[in-house]
């Protein structure tokens, strides 16, 4: 696997860019007429020839109305369906062969945009926008938060992770939409795709960014309820691509205790006879029997990736 990709952005070129692909913006939003348009403004004098789609999630406000009128397509949901919904019907209706995934708040720069695609052009298949130490997060508590998931992600798919929950990303379209079911429709769709296709061996790239302060509104986000749904979605994550990962280090606890249950019986509360608690001998099968869930749960998980070969068109 390719090593993380780091980039020092630099100033925005006055000349535009060409890339070997064509690219799409996706922009999920909600409630952000206030601000929409700049986002729209500021993508299209870096990317003047991209499709920029705007997937309105059934706002209360004239978001549409006002992105529409800046020239993106819009796509408006009729239902309020959450922020990964939106940009998972982003993706589906993207025409081009690379997405490149923003939010409507304002604080995603575009002047990073040459450096994310930059990296895809180099041969990676996602760069992700990775956000300096100080600005990952509104709060003190919601930095610390970022980190301590970006530690957890790193340990389950044993390699670094930068900024779990950065929704500033581009991404290779065909790549992504073979994980596209296994997105959220609510937030933590950033955490999900970027394991998703590291443990598939896809290459991930990250680009440091500085994010800016939101441009008015307020943040959907609720540091202890998406907290704990993004440690959930990154075991789920890894129980599909690498169950032993999580069961394994279980199954070998769950031995030690078992032998420390033994041995205070022998040695403390029962030391004239042998004889082995009930603790101990629940601990050791229930340790078998994780190991062995484990096992089964790798084999399936490797089936998901036995893809029949493609078939060239000389075929």
């Known amino acids: 696997m390719m090593q993380p990709m780091q980039i020092s952005s630099q100033a925005m070129p006055e000349a535009v860019r060409d890339y070997p692909f064509t690219v799409s913006v996706v922009i999920p939003a ?108 509104d709060s003190v508590f919601r930095r610390w938060g970022n980190r301590a998931l970006d530690a957890l992600g790193s340990y389950l798919v044993e390699t670094e992770v930068r900024d779990l929950t950065s929704g500033y990303r581009a991404m290779r379209r065909d790549v992504i939409m073979e994980f596209i079911n296994l997105l959220p429709n609510r937030y933590s769709y950033p955490t999900t795709s970027t394991l998703a296709l590291l443990k598939a061996g896809y290459h991930v790239g990250y680009v440091p960014v500085i994010s800016q302060r939101r441009q008015g509104g307020q943040s959907g986000q609720k540091l202890l309820r998406n907290g704990i749904r993004f440690g959930l979605i990154i075991l789920r994550i890894v129980s599909l691509f690498a169950p032993l990962r999580v069961y394994f280090p279980v199954a070998v606890s769950m031995q030690l205790l078992a032998l420390l249950s033994f041995l205070i019986s022998i040695f403390i509360t029962d030391p004239l006879r042998f004889h082995i608690p009930n603790s101990a001998v629940g601990l050791f099968i229930g340790s078998i029997i994780i190991f062995m869930f484990g096992l089964n749960a790798e084999q399936v998980a490797a089936l998901r990736f036995q893809r029949p070969p493609r078939i060239t068109e000389e075929e």
């Not at 299209?44 to 406000?61: G, H, K, N, Q, Y």
């Not at 994310?116 to 990775?130: F, K, N, P, S």
């Open 30 to 137: 909600y409630n952000e007429a206030h601000g929409i348009a700049g986002v729209i403004e500021r993508v299209r004098s870096v990317l003047p020839t991209a499709e920029i789609i705007v997937v309105d999630d059934c706002s209360r406000d004239e978001t549409a109305a006002v992105a529409q009128a800046a020239g993106a397509r819009v796509i408006r949901h009729p239902v309020n369906r959450g922020n990964g919904a939106a940009v998972k019907t982003g993706i589906r209706r993207a025409g081009g062969e690379v997405v490149l995934l923003m939010d409507a708040d304002g604080q995603m720069d575009p002047r990073y945009i040459p450096d994310l695609l930059g990296g895809i052009a180099d041969g990676y298949d996602m760069m992700v926008g990775a956000r300096t130490r100080d600005t990952q997060g």
